[in-house]
């Protein structure tokens, strides 16, 4: 069983919700056979990467809101991560564009180290503030993650996998994908945002019995 997963890297829900789907899937009976694979997905492709701005001024600028609003915002979502065991801190986060990151994610999944970068990546943005789209972070984060250092600076080089990230996106276009973290399950079940636990797990349950009842008819 596949399940696809649209993210991205510098979005606080698609980690919570990544972590939300990892319960999920230990306590799936048969999480041995879903295989998982991460796709591109840019909430905002002309963003700017301005590591002088603070994210609680970012977000009020960018939604015509008061500081004020932008740190309870935050605080809502500190608390969210904190309910799965992830810590945010938007004191340090530094605004990043994504596309290089999804650029590295696209080198992992040939490695089949997309979950591991994924992983490493919003550690790197959302816990210890790192800029996700400078160089050496993004060598070091690659490197925690598996990958050759080679293989990622010759990367850093040109103009690698941004077919395949400009791919994930016309997919997830053409889906009608608005928003992450979006999940498909078995190219036939949805699951839309960091949903409870309980919520993917039944529908790792449905697409698999699904499947069964299929697989028996034909």
Not at 68 to 75: A, D, L, Y
Not at 138 to 153: P, R, S, V
């Amino acid at each position: 069983m596949k399940v696809d997963i649209w993210s991205d890297v510098n979005c606080p829900f698609c980690y919570i919700g990544k972590r939300k789907f990892e319960l999920a899937l230990e306590q799936f009976e048969h999480k041995d056979k879903v295989e998982v694979e991460w796709h591109s997905f840019e909430l905002d492709p002309n963003a700017e990467t301005k590591p002088e701005l603070n994210a609680y001024d970012y977000l009020a600028e960018k939604k015509g809101q008061t500081r004020e609003w932008s740190v309870q915002m935050h605080e809502q979502v500190i608390g969210a991560a904190a309910e799965v065991g992830l810590k945010f801190d938007f004191d340090q986060v530094i605004i990043a564009n994504s596309f290089n990151a999804h650029r590295l994610i696209q080198l992992a999944k040939t490695k089949g180290l997309d979950n591991e970068i994924e992983e490493q990546l919003f550690i790197a943005h959302f816990t210890e503030g790192k800029n996700i789209d400078d160089s050496t972070v993004l060598i070091e984060t690659g490197k925690a993650a598996g990958l050759d250092q080679a293989d990622i600076e010759a990367l850093l080089s040109d103009h690698t996998f941004t077919e395949e990230v400009r791919a994930d996106e016309q997919i997830a276009q053409q889906i009608g994908i608005s928003g992450v973290p979006f999940f498909i399950i078995n190219q036939k079940l949805a699951v839309s945002g960091a949903q409870p636990p309980a919520t993917f797990l039944g529908a790792l349950e449905q697409a698999w019995t699904t499947s069964l009842s299929e697989g028996q008819q034909s």
